[in-house]
Antibody, heavy 120, light 107 residues
């Protein structure tokens, strides 16, 4: 079965960077886009961007342009999301999510989420 | 960018009630609209895609409709396990924005 297992919780200081991993199993990693979505406590879902694991192409929401990078290591079926210049407003649960079909952008498989806390 | 709005932001209904949530896109999105359910403390779950197609395994009391810019999620008979926040999402074009969510609870 499709599984996405994310790395553990992180605590970072303002100005630092964080890199969250998302290890995929149960399917061919390079065949389906991975999206990243975050959710601050008590808030809604915020789409951050997508990455094509086959060719490494990525697209980011304008809000994160310049300080986010979505990459992958195909040899270990793992996607990464790195966010830099962290502020307290980046405190949130970060999810990776896989599209159901490569022909459509909606996601149907989610990682368990990674809590990133930014605090001095 | 396409903006997504939802109404109401929250609602309280009785078990067995028919519940309707509306989602509006700031421009036409060709029915590339998905609905997700997120229960407290849980990961979001896909309910509906292409505005009206029920994801496998989702109870038939959930249905979606609409086209262009205006969409609706309906729960035909609200059950206690439906307590959750519901989000719509545009996947017609990036950014794949979510609506702000509608919180549903039991009266």
């Amino acid at each position: 079965q499709v599984q996405l297992v994310q790395s553990g919780a992180e605590v970072k200081k303002p100005g630092a960077s964080v890199k969250v991993s998302c290890k995929a199993s149960g399917y061919t990693f390079t065949s389906y886009d991975i999206n990243w979505v975050r959710q601050a406590t008590g808030q809604g879902l915020e789409w951050m961007g997508w990455m094509n694991p086959n060719n490494g192409n990525a697209g980011y929401a304008q809000k994160f342009q310049g300080r986010v990078a979505m990459t992958r290591n195909t040899s270990i079926s793992t996607a990464y999301m790195e966010l830099s210049s962290l502020t307290s407003e980046d405190t949130a649960v970060y999810y990776c999510a896989r599209v159901i079909s490569q022909r459509a952008g909606y996601v149907g498989y989610w990682g368990q989420g990674t809590l990133v806390t930014v605090s001095s | 960018d396409i903006q997504m709005t939802q109404s109401p932001s929250s609602l309280s209904a009785s078990v067995g009630d028919r519940v309707t949530i509306t989602c509006r896109a700031s421009q036409a999105i060709n029915n590339y609209l998905a609905w997700y359910q997120q229960k407290p403390g849980k990961v979001p779950k896909l309910l509906i895609y292409t505005a009206s197609t029920l994801q496998s395994g989702v109870p038939s009391r959930f249905s979606g409709s609409g086209s262009g810019t205006d969409f609706t999620l309906t729960i035909s008979s609200l059950q206690p396990e439906d307590v959750a926040t519901y989000y719509c999402q545009n996947y017609n074009s990036a950014p794949l924005t979510f609506g702000p969510g509608t919180k549903v609870d039991i009266k």
